[in-house]
């Protein structure tokens, strides 16, 4: 038990009609809620554990059927829970966290939480340009910029403002997103592709500083970029973001909003031209202190892979809500068949590996195997396909391979007592990530993060044993993922079950975990977090919420991004 508190669960509260559980580590058989009103506790309503014994023994306690906003504690003959809420507004200081951590995380902005840090960024480019790189955002507790992370969260906030139209905003989604946009804006090249940067201080000597990024003076210092092209995902991301961001300014500034248009169709010519032959990606140069495996993380991009087409397709999409165009149409029709012939397929009730994707059609390593990428891409990207273009002919196909993953989800998340979904899945002898690539994955054993056998993927005449971890590096990113996306299949498929499944990954992230915390640690992941609640509320029973603020459970659903490595938000 990592924990001291024997009632594990989510510490923000609850919607008044969502899902309502908690995992209990105690002896006791039954739970009475209490209501706190006038200063006096009393009993509302009265239940039973499901005892699950996976990571100890654990009970879960449901009570879903209590609905009436107020302030309430659990009780058991061992003790009392915490107080917790149920509050049509119990998302909404979350929601307002979020939007202020972007402000926070500002790089070379006097509101960033230091100021006006690393001004001097630069490049001298082979053509003798001096181009100035500073702006954009701090993804996570250290002072680096990833673009394949922090476009993730600019793009989720960016959908946030487009759906929700928060009341409260007072123009500060438009700075982050003009702020960041800018930022990535300057990374372009004339060729269209990203300048690359490993955010390796100038002067950065391990003598003097250490092995790691832990001396301060160091880290202020002006970064080093490359003049040579970042990562694949960095570049679909920043498509996405920078369409979104388009659409964003159109009513408000024309000329803000045809830079960002313009920016994106020169990233997406690129992707389409030089860029399509883009693959085995190394870094420039390698952070310090356990970088060393890094380049894996980008194995599972090249031509005809699971994880490329579904980022182009995700790019074309978004493309296409900016300025509709068959060409973007007909570019992710031509990856989403590729993408859909990359499904394992069969029937996920008796052999729940098939909703996986292999990564490519020659290799034996799937696509699942990716934390970051795969979640973020594949599942959303066959759902937004089917909701853009509903009448297309291959429709059905996008929807019939969504459909397994959910169900996949479903099932697999009763088998523990959080309720998580699995992270990552891998054939027998083919894990991409079998030894850790960044140093702070914890190493220490823990029977949770065991492999688990998840079923049998058959390709060709070979049969592949699959398994699956429920945790993997940055696993929250990968838990609100699936929220997200968990959301939109039981709106686009009418399952409501679907949602209390979404609903227990939030509740992971918000507290209900073995480690009885949560906390948001930088803008990748922030944000996803802030669409998994925008959806959530949407597809409530019998609830009829708009996007706003009043409700953020609404665009945490949709603008959620969660970025941290620990049992956090």
């Excluded at 391979?401 to 891998?426: D, M, S, Y």
Aim: include cysteine.
């Amino acid at each position: 038990m990592n924990h001291k508190n024997r009632f594990l669960i989510n510490h923000t509260g609850f919607l008044p009609e969502a899902s309502k559980k908690f995992v209990y580590d105690g002896n006791a058989e039954s739970f009475t809620v209490c209501r706190l009103q006038d200063l006096k506790l009393t009993p509302v309503f009265e239940g039973s554990f499901e005892r699950r014994v996976q990571y100890g023994s654990y009970g879960v306690g449901d009570f879903s059927g209590l609905c009436e906003e107020g302030i309430y504690r659990i009780h058991t003959e061992d003790g009392n829970s915490r107080c917790f809420v149920i509050w049509e507004n119990a998302y909404d200081p979350l929601a307002r966290i979020l939007l202020n951590f972007f402000v926070w995380q500002r790089c070379g902005d006097e509101q960033g939480w230091n100021g006006a840090c690393h001004t001097g960024d630069h490049i001298l480019l082979r053509s003798s340009q001096m181009r100035s790189l500073t702006g954009g955002f701090h993804q996570s507790s250290d002072l680096r910029k990833w673009v394949f992370g922090t476009t993730l969260g600019l793009s989720a906030l960016a959908e946030y403002a487009l759906e929700a139209e928060p009341a409260r905003d007072q123009k500060i989604i438009g700075e982050n997103l003009w702020h960041g946009a800018k930022y990535l804006l300057s990374l372009i090249t004339e060729e269209g592709w990203l300048i690359d940067c490993t955010w390796i201080p100038e002067g950065y000597d391990t003598k003097l500083a250490g092995k790691g990024y832990g001396d301060y003076q160091f880290s202020w210092k002006n970064r080093q970029y490359y003049e040579s092209p970042n990562n694949e995902p960095s570049h679909w991301q920043t498509i996405k973001f920078l369409a979104l961001a388009s659409r964003y300014f159109k009513e408000s500034d024309a000329g803000k909003s045809e830079e960002c248009l313009a920016g994106a169709k020169a990233v997406w010519r690129y992707m389409l031209g030089p860029g399509s032959e883009m693959q085995n990606y190394d870094l420039p140069a390698y952070p310090p202190l356990g970088h060393d495996g890094m380049a894996r993380q980008y194995r599972g991009y090249y031509q005809g892979s699971a994880l490329r087409c579904a980022e182009l397709a995700g790019a074309a999409i978004k493309l296409f809500d900016a300025e509709p165009c068959m060409e973007y149409h007909d570019e992710a029709v031509l990856a989403l068949r590729q993408l859909s012939k990359l499904q394992v397929g069969g029937d996920v009730s008796e052999n729940p590996a098939a909703a996986c994707f292999w990564e490519g059609e020659h290799s034996d390593f799937l696509a699942n195997n990716y934390y970051y990428f795969f979640s973020t891409s594949v599942p959303i990207v066959l759902l937004e396909a089917a909701e853009t273009w509903p009448d297309d002919p291959d429709a059905a196909i996008w929807q019939g391979c969504a459909r397994l993953i959910a169900e996949q989800h479903n099932q697999k998340h009763v088998e523990n007592p959080f309720g998580r979904v699995p992270t990552t899945w891998h054939t027998a002898g083919h894990d991409r990530f079998e030894t850790p690539v960044i140093f702070s994955y914890s190493t220490e054993h823990d029977a949770s993060r065991d492999e688990i056998k998840g079923g049998i993927a058959n390709k060709g005449n070979e049969a592949f044993e699959v398994f699956y971890k429920e945790y993997s590096f940055c696993y929250n990113l990968d838990l609100i993922a699936a929220g997200v996306f968990l959301i939109k299949a039981a709106k686009h498929f009418g399952v409501p079950e679907y949602t209390q499944t979404a609903q227990r990954q939030l509740d992971w992230i918000l507290g209900a975990n073995q480690f009885d915390a949560s906390n948001v640690v930088g803008v990748f992941l922030g944000n996803f977090f802030l669409r998994f609640l925008k959806y959530q509320a949407l597809c409530l029973p019998g609830s009829q919420r708009k996007a706003s603020w009043r409700n953020p459970m609404v665009w945490i659903t949709n603008t959620i991004c969660p970025w941290s490595g620990g049992c956090s938000i």
